[in-house]
């Protein structure tokens, strides 16, 4: 079992960045892998970034390729989301999730995730 606690949304302008944070309870962090999410008014949950349980693969939407960089630090239970160059586009509830890492499902589809954090709410003004 693992519970995530997502932190570091907040109101920025286009251009600025934002560090989105997550923070997982349990013992076994290591041997989850991790993803963002965001899903914005209307619209259904999307991928955003994801990172294995070792750190060592990564993958990316196309749409935040180049700009967002997701990484981890095991020893201390988290996840972090480092974004960059953000645009009106990028207006979102950030979700943190966890699957198993002998789960071999897409690490790009949210389906595959077991457990959730509550999000945090990113808005970028133009």
């Known amino acids: 079992q693992v519970q995530l606690v997502e932190s570091g949304g907040g109101l920025v302008q286009a251009g600025g960045s934002l560090r989105l944070s997550c923070a997982a309870s349990g013992r076994t962090f290591g041997t989850y892998d991790m993803g963002w999410f965001r899903q914005a008014p209307g619209k259904e949950r999307e991928f955003v970034a994801a990172i294995s349980w070792t750190g060592g693969r990564t993958y990316y939407a196309d749409s935040v390729k180049g700009r967002f960089t997701i990484s981890r630090d095991n020893a201390k239970r988290t996840v972090s989301l480092q974004m960059n160059s953000l645009n009106t586009e990028d207006t979102a509830v950030y979700y943190c999730?966890?699957?198993?890492?002998?789960?071999?499902?897409?690490?790009?589809?949210?389906?595959?995730?077991?457990?959730w954090g509550q999000g945090t709410q990113v808005t970028v003004s133009s």
């Open positions: 999730a966890a699957k198993h890492s002998a789960d071999y499902r897409d690490s790009t589809v949210a389906i595959s995730y077991n457990y």
